[in-house]
Every structure is written in structure tokens, then in C-alpha cells.
């Protein structure tokens, strides 16, 4: 079984940053693509972005030019930094791995909260 633990969430101003780490308890990173999903109140997990195992990254438009993914495979490692932070970021984020289309792990969130 592999664990997935988020950290680095938290409550921030408007306009402040915050960096996601997601830790995997083993090697499972190395070509397989992962990404970052949020669920705020009331509605739907959706994606924030993803980085495919070349390295290929794709953003929501929401997040484009304020977010960044990287990972790094020897720290089993994946990051999101986050930038320009809005209230309607306001949300928990999930980490989430991607080995096949049947095995798919999550991490069990961490809350992001953006004052105004």
C-alpha cells in the first residue's frame, strides 16, 4: 500500500504564497504522472494541475501564471507552489498518483485558506 501525505497548507492573506509538498512512502514517482486536485465547500474536486512523467505540465485556467508543479523523483516528492493567492483558492488539495487507469492513489488533503 502506498501513503500519500500532504503538507503545507494553511491560512494566508490575499495576494500571499504558500508551497504543497506531497511525500510518497515509496519510490512510485518515476514515470508515472501526478497531479494536484482541490474540493472547496460545497462543490466538486476539481484539477489544478498535472505533470506528466517527461515532465509535461498542464494548469486550470483559474491557476495559470500563479501556480507551479514540480516534482522531484529522487525525494519522491511532488510540489505545488502557489502564488498571488485568491479567496477563491480557498480549498483542500489533494495530491494524487497515477500508475494506471485502475491504481490510483490520493492523498487525504490539506487545507488551503485565503483571507481577504
Known amino acids: 500500500q502506498v501513503q500519500l501525505v500532504e503538507s503545507g497548507g494553511g491560512l494566508v492573506q490575499a495576494g500571499g504564497s504558500l508551497r504543497l509538498s506531497c511525500a510518497a512512502s515509496r519510490n512510485i514517482f518515476r514515470g508515472n504522472a501526478m497531479g494536484w486536485y482541490r474540493q472547496a465547500p460545497g462543490k466538486q474536486r476539481e484539477l489544478v494541475a498535472t505533470?506528466?512523467?517527461?515532465?509535461?505540465?498542464n494548469y486550470a485556467d483559474s491557476v495559470k501564471g500563479r501556480f507551479t508543479i514540480s516534482r522531484d523523483n529522487g525525494q519522491n516528492t511532488l510540489y505545488l507552489q502557489m502564488n498571488s493567492l485568491k479567496p477563491e483558492d480557498t480549498a483542500v488539495y489533494y495530491c494524487?498518483?497515477?500508475?494506471?487507469?485502475?491504481?490510483?492513489?490520493w492523498g487525504q488533503g490539506t487545507q488551503v485558506t485565503v483571507s481577504s
Open positions: 505533470i506528466a512523467s517527461g515532465g509535461s505540465t
Open positions: 494524487r498518483v497515477t500508475l494506471s487507469s485502475e491504481i490510483i492513489y
